[in-house]
Antibody, heavy 121, light 111 residues
Framework: EVQLVESGGGLVQPGRSLRLSCTASGFTFGDYAMSWVRQAPGKGLEWVGFIRSKAYGGTTEYAASVKGRFTISRDDSKSIAYLQMNSLKTEDTAVYYCTRVHSSSWYFDYWGQGTLVTVSS | QSVLTQPPSVSGAPGQRVTISCTGS?????????VHWYQQLPGTAPKLLIY???NRPSGVPDRFSGSKSGTSASLAITGLQAEDEADYYC???????????FGGGTKLTVL
């Protein structure tokens, strides 16, 4: 059974940093691209970024709203994807979901339960 | 303002058929990129409902179907049930933005 479990969320002040983790199980992690999607309170879904598998260079892409501030990385030996968030803003407050990417057509076939990040002073 | 446009809400009585539209442009749906749909039940994470315009993952009832034409796509739900009450999102890729894009979401109310 595919499982994605996010951790690392919490309350953080504007301008500070936070790192989220996504621990995967039930599939060969290294074979898949992974992505982060967020949802602000009462709002819709917003794609944050993704990281390709090592077979495709392990390269990353980001939404314009987070580019230069957020970094996605992966540790295939531990089956973990990370989201490093720097220079956080109040508008980054959201539930952050880790997703597995089906890169043939760029859709998200499995989602974690999400972790809440609140950016507030 | 989302790149993909969905109606904010739709409603229907049990047993009825409803459709949810997803309108894009020549840089996303119209460029040939696939459309995917997600269902988000209250208080839960989104779940993949339709992929590749019209394909259902294992376990999704055939009451749910998807289609795509030109710069738009649609999700149809037949035999509406109370458990279908949820938010529904369409998703595609935009070549101009070089980004994955979502619709703003549609809240389905079962009357």
């Amino acid at each position: 059974e595919v499982q994605l479990v996010e951790s690392g969320g919490g309350l953080v002040q504007p301008g500070r940093s936070l790192r989220l983790s996504c621990t995967a199980s039930g599939f060969t992690f290294g074979d898949y691209a992974m992505s982060w999607v967020r949802q602000a309170p009462g709002k819709g879904l917003e794609w944050v970024g993704f990281i390709r598998s090592k077979a495709y260079g392990g390269t990353t892409e980001y939404a314009a709203s987070v580019k230069g501030r957020f970094t996605i990385s992966r540790d295939d030996s531990k089956s973990i994807a990370y989201l490093q968030m720097n220079s956080l803003k109040t508008e980054d407050t959201a539930v952050y979901y880790c997703t597995r990417v089906h890169s043939s057509s760029w859709y998200f076939d499995y989602w974690g339960q999400g972790t809440l990040v609140t950016v507030s002073s | 303002q989302s790149v993909l446009t969905q109606p904010p809400s739709v409603s229907g009585a049990p047993g009825q058929r409803v459709t949810i539209s997803c309108t894009g442009s020549s840089s996303n749906i119209g460029a040939g990129y696939d459309v995917h749909w997600y269902q988000q039940l209250p208080g839960t994470a989104p779940k993949l409902l339709i992929y590749g315009n019209s394909n259902r993952p294992s376990g999704v009832p055939d009451r749910f179907s998807g289609s795509k034409s030109g710069t738009s796509a649609s999700l149809a739900i037949t035999g509406l049930q109370a458990e279908d009450e949820a938010d529904y999102y369409c998703q595609s890729y935009d070549s101009s933005l070089r980004a994955v894009v979502f619709g703003g979401g549609t809240k389905l109310t079962v009357l």
